[in-house]
Every structure is written in C-alpha cells, then in structure tokens.
C-alpha cells in the first residue's frame, strides 16, 4: 500500500469509529454497532476449521456473516475486517470470503491487506494507543512491555494478542526481538492466564459459540426453502431461534421436494 492509501485508509477508519460508542480507549461492542447502524449481522458456529466470515448485499441490505467458533477476539477482527471490506471495496456483486490465511494478512491479495489495515486503525488507532502508554504503563519507556501488558492492552481495545503484538510491531512500540519475546511469554503463560492475572476479558480468548440472527433472515431463510436450496429440517431449526414454528409461516410456504443440503450450507444461499 501507498503512504497516500494507508492515509484514505486511517481516515475512513476514523469517521466509522467516530459513529461507534467507545469506552476509555476501545470500542465497547462492534457488534451492536454493526446493528445500529443497519448493517445485518449473522453470527453463527460453523466450526473452527471453516471460513471466518464474509460479506454480500442483498438488495439494499449489507449481510455480514461470522464464524462463532473462532475466538471472540478474532471474531471482532473478523468483523472489522469485513467492514472494511464494506467500506473500501465492497460493489454489491460478489461476496468476499475470507479463511485464515487472508484474516492471518497472508493473503496476495491487496484488498486483504487494506481491508486488515482498516481493522486495526479501527479497533487500534495509534492515538489512543499513544494515550494508552502514556496513562496506563508509566513503566513503558524504563522497562518496555511485558506480557501482562499486552493482555491489558488487549482487555482495553478488545483484541487478540497476536493482533496487539502486530499493532505495536506497525507503530514502532516494539521491535522484532520484543515482538519474538513476548511471543515466548504469551507461549509460556498461556494469553487466558494473563488476561486472568491481570483481571481482564477472558472471554476474548474463547470461542462464543453463539448463534445471533436478524429477524430480517427469516424472509432469506424461506426464500431458500421455496426454492429448494435448503430441507424441510433446516428451516425447522432457524425458526426455533425465534421460538416460531412451521405452522406460524405457512401461508409464505410451497411445499416442494426438500433439498439435501445441510444446515452450514444454507449460508451460501443468500447469494440467491
């Protein structure tokens, strides 16, 4: 990326975050964030080795999805990710997939490099990471940072360790054999003990598991029925989340041959 880009990058960040409820330094909740300001969020378990989340539009509706199995941490990555995705690229065509590579910045592709940029301006902006330092670890400039620094900096901004760590490594807070020390501690010490040590979120380290879905889903969820790309069973299950029942919809159904596509497969849908 250019320097003129990482800037267009750094401002779009900062007018999103600007729209978002911040505590002392951090974003409180990016997930009701995305819902207040109408973007459709979808979260959902599909497992720890499946993709992470993607984006499409649907009309005049932004559909984010995200993996629940991965670790709150990274799934609050995952979604600034995808924001910046919506932000930077997004065209209504085509969904952006994204797995662990492309999250992990590993990816060729540009747009992942820019869309993980946006994410940690978002979630980490280098002037509330100055005033982090500067207020909160007095020590930094005589001792550097210690691992229980870096679960507090995570606690505070709400992000996992390897994202702090590569965070700080950007902005020069750290260099490459702080960085490789403090990987060594967070090995050592496992990130859920220094979070605990420190009286931090621990739940930023485990996986939510959760299953959270707009009401608005339930006109995508019987359109896949009606057309045959999702079974009679699954409809079934997406309906108990909102305590209903096939009785309560039947007047929206057509009845027709189901389909043998299970549960995780009705994500891919939407693109319907």
Do not use: W
């Not at 994410?119 to 691992?147: Q, T």
């Amino acid at each position: 990326m250019t320097s003129s880009r990482k800037r267009d990058i750094r401002r779009q960040a900062g007018a999103f975050r600007e729209k978002c409820k911040i505590s002392r330094y951090g974003i409180i909740d990016l997930f009701k964030e995305c819902e207040r300001l109408d973007y459709k969020l979808i979260r959902y378990p599909l497992g720890e080795n499946s993709d992470l989340g993607f984006t499409l539009k649907r009309e005049d509706d932004i559909i984010i999805f995200i993996n629940t199995s991965i670790r709150l941490s990274r799934e609050i990555f995952t979604l600034a990710h995808e924001i910046g995705h919506v932000i930077l690229h997004f065209n209504g065509e085509q969904p952006f997939i994204e797995n662990n590579v492309t999250i992990a910045g590993q990816s060729e592709d540009e747009k992942e490099h820019e869309a993980n940029y946006f994410a940690a301006c978002l979630l980490m902006p280098s002037d509330e990471v100055d005033r982090f330092i500067d207020l909160e670890l007095p020590d930094y400039e005589k001792n550097g940072l210690s691992g229980m620094d870096i679960a507090r900096i995570m606690s505070e901004f709400n992000v996992s360790y390897d994202v702090a760590l590569n965070r700080l490594a950007s902005l020069e807070k750290i260099d490459g054999n702080q960085k490789i020390q403090l990987e060594t501690v967070r090995s050592e010490k496992r990130v859920g003990n220094l979070l605990r040590s420190i009286g931090g979120n621990a739940r930023l380290n485990t996986a939510g598991n959760e299953i959270v879905i707009p009401y608005e889903y339930i006109d995508y969820v019987i359109y896949n029925y009606n057309h045959n790309v999702i079974p009679r069973e699954t409809l079934e299950k997406v309906l108990e989340c909102y305590h209903l029942s096939m009785d309560d919809i039947s007047d929206r159904l057509i009845e027709s041959p189901e389909a043998d596509d299970d549960l995780d497969d009705l994500i891919g849908g939407l693109e319907d």
